[in-house]
């Protein structure tokens, strides 16, 4: 990186390095899934191997 690149944006593409390297690796552990009705999502929750803890929001898709 530059010298004077901005932290944030540091964070933020370490973060997606992070990301890429958990691609193809399978979790060790991964909690139950959470549905919130409310807006419609559902929480997914991994650890993986090396200690790390993932967490995201999938949007449900609903029929009409």
Known sequence: ???GFDPRLRREFEIIRQMVSLRYQKPTREWPLIVEHRYDELLVVREWP???VTAYLQELKTKN
């Open 50 to 52: 090396d200690g790390t």
């Open 1 to 3: 990186m530059w010298p």
